[in-house]
């Protein structure tokens, strides 16, 4: 019977995981893996870990914990701060996955006897151990997971990936879990029910400025550059209908707009820190998303050395710092991080 290691938040898609590979025989410990929260932030890990143990408890399976809160922290936080201070917005899950979930505990569960881990989330595992998209579009959560190593992979389950999200909620009641009716997280998990500008001036300088139009005039004011980032349209104050974010430039404070959304998109960008899943480099037509929750389009991969450049099939939107993943149709083949881009306009 192989023992599994499964990843209890205190939520029904990681209750619902255990309980499906109880009900298929495996050996399953619960384990809650507590984070960092900063102390001015009411603290929901209390809350969350006692949902854990519940769970645990009505399935009738062990349940372990293990503290990560000073790695969430150095690797999750400090990075994604130190982005916001450059104008950079970055993808602070992608590195939980990878640096956490599948990296510390994931190593950890295995050092203690697991032959596997699981976790709740809505991705699958094929044959030849490759990621695929979850069954449900409307939850895949494959974008999230592509910086996931192969040989974890090929020891890691995700029970609910090929079950819809209502189908998931039936299931929590069929077995019994007490955190059936339980309300999806949303957000950023040790941010809290605090706003992203709140969290950031404990640690950097948000300060209101100017914003610029694509000739250089002022044409409107800012709450703080580092809170903006390509291609948003609210936050900011300007005359004249709506205009997006072309620009952010927290070294002095500026945003640039335009009310042209033209202005926005790019031909194609360069991507570094790449990750491909089974250490192979993609094809050179692939479909790609630079945000969860967008339709892919096409695209073209050309390797230039240290980095990897893709041209878009049509004009897209993409922001510095956020993933871009590829796929070859339900196959997630990895990503890199955005770190340039080249512009239909002529704003450089």
Known sequence: MKKVFVGLSGGVDSGVSAAL??????????????????????????????????????LGIPFREIDLSEEYKREVVEPMIADYARGI????????????KFGHFARWAFGEGADMVATGHYA???SA??????????????????????????????????????????????????VATKPDSQGLCFVGDVT?????RRYISIESGQ???MHDRIVGTHDGAALYTRGQRHGFRVQGGVHYVVDVDTANNIIRVSPDH???????????????????????????????????????????????????????????????????????????VIIKSCYNSTHE
């Open 211 to 213: 914003v610029i139009d």
């Open 124 to 126: 699958r595992v094929g």
């Open 262 to 336: 033209a202005d926005v998109l790019v031909s194609s960008v360069v991507l570094g820190d790449t990750h491909w899943i089974n250490g192979v480099t993609p094809p050179h037509e692939v479909s790609v998303q630079t945000r969860y929750r967008e339709n892919p389009i096409r695209a073209r991969l050309s390797d230039e050395g240290s980095v990897v450049r893709v041209t878009f099939s049509e004009s897209h939107s993409a922001t510095h710092g956020q993933s871009l993943v590829v796929y070859d149709n339900d196959v997630c083949m990895g990503g890199g």
């Open 129 to 178: 151990s490759c990621l695929l998209r979850g069954t449900d579009t409307n939850k895949d959560q494959s974008y999230f997971l592509h910086r996931i190593t192969h040989d974890v992979l090929a020891r890691t389950m995700f029970p609910i990936g090929d079950v819809m999200k209502a189908d998931v909620r039936k299931l929590a009641v069929r077995f019994g879990l007490p």
């Open 89 to 100: 917005t970055p993808n602070p899950d992608v590195l939980c996955n990878k640096s956490i």
């Open 196 to 200: 992203m500008k709140e969290f950031l």
């Open 21 to 58: 590979l109880k009900e298929r025989g495996y050996d399953v410990t619960g384990v809650f893996i507590k984070i960092w929260q900063p102390e001015f932030i009411e603290c929901t890990w209390r809350e969350d870990r006692l949902d854990a143990m519940r769970v645990a408890a009505a």
